[in-house]
């Protein structure tokens, strides 16, 4: 079965700091996509970005970037000179091949708090 | 609007109680996800649709539990007899195909009391 584990709890920062959320996931298949999302208090999950397991490159979007690592199985996600508009709960995600329909096994979240 | 839709926005029912919510996904949306939030938790899958086929439902944690989509687009979760662990986040999502990222709704929020 697959697992998706979110170490970090609460993350908080000042603003213009920079900070990475760590997402380590388990599973023995060789196909298999990686997701981020946001949840800001309003509660809903905003598409952040899908990696698939082939593709190792990291991936730069503004002042976000994702570095994925399959020799360790980790999906890392870095915010830099973060904002208070930044504070939100962040959630890793995965999701199998096609015969498994894609479902998403989401990790625990964490809460990163922006300090004015 | 072009999200997806759920209503209602907060529900709260006495325990016993039947309620149906509701999910219109994003037009076009092939596939349909239900998810369960509990309370500082991650969301936890319950059941998928592909069009109006349900192709998965091995997390709906109970027989009280039911969703259909006679149509393949609105769909609707029931629960019966609810209980309190019922009380939750139920979020919906949508995607255009099986690999493409879904897209949530803003969840109903059930209070069961």
């Known amino acids: 079965a697959q697992k998706v584990t979110q170490a970090q709890t609460e993350i908080s920062v000042v603003e213009k700091e920079d900070v990475t959320l760590d997402c380590v996931y388990e599973t023995r298949d060789t196909t298999y996509y990686l997701f981020w999302y946001k949840q800001p208090p309003s509660g809903e999950l905003v598409f952040l970005i899908r990696?698939?397991?082939?593709?190792?490159q990291n991936e730069i979007s503004g002042r976000y970037s994702w570095n994925f690592q399959k020799s360790t199985s980790s999906f890392n996600f870095t915010i830099t000179a973060s904002q208070v508009v930044d504070s939100a709960v962040y959630f890793c995600a995965l999701s199998l091949g096609e015969t498994s329909g894609s479902r998403l096994t989401f990790g625990e979240g964490t809460q990163l708090t922006v300090n004015p | 609007g072009a999200g997806v839709s759920q209503s209602p926005r907060y529900k709260v029912a006495k325990r016993g109680q039947d309620v149906a919510l509701r999910c219109d996904p994003i037009s076009g949306h092939v596939s349909l996800f239900w998810y369960q939030q509990a309370l500082g938790q991650g969301p936890e899958f319950l059941t998928y649709f592909q069009n109006e086929a349900q192709l998965d439902k091995s997390g709906l944690p109970s027989d009280r539990f039911f969703a259909e989509r006679p149509e393949g687009s609105v769909s609707t979760l029931k629960i019966q007899r609810t209980q309190q662990e019922d009380s939750a986040v139920y979020l919906c999502?949508?995607?255009?195909?099986?690999?493409?990222?879904?897209?949530f709704g803003d969840g109903t929020r059930l209070s069961i009391l």
């Open positions: 990696r698939n397991s082939f593709d190792e």
């Open positions: 999502a949508s995607s255009l195909a099986w690999s493409s990222p879904q897209h």
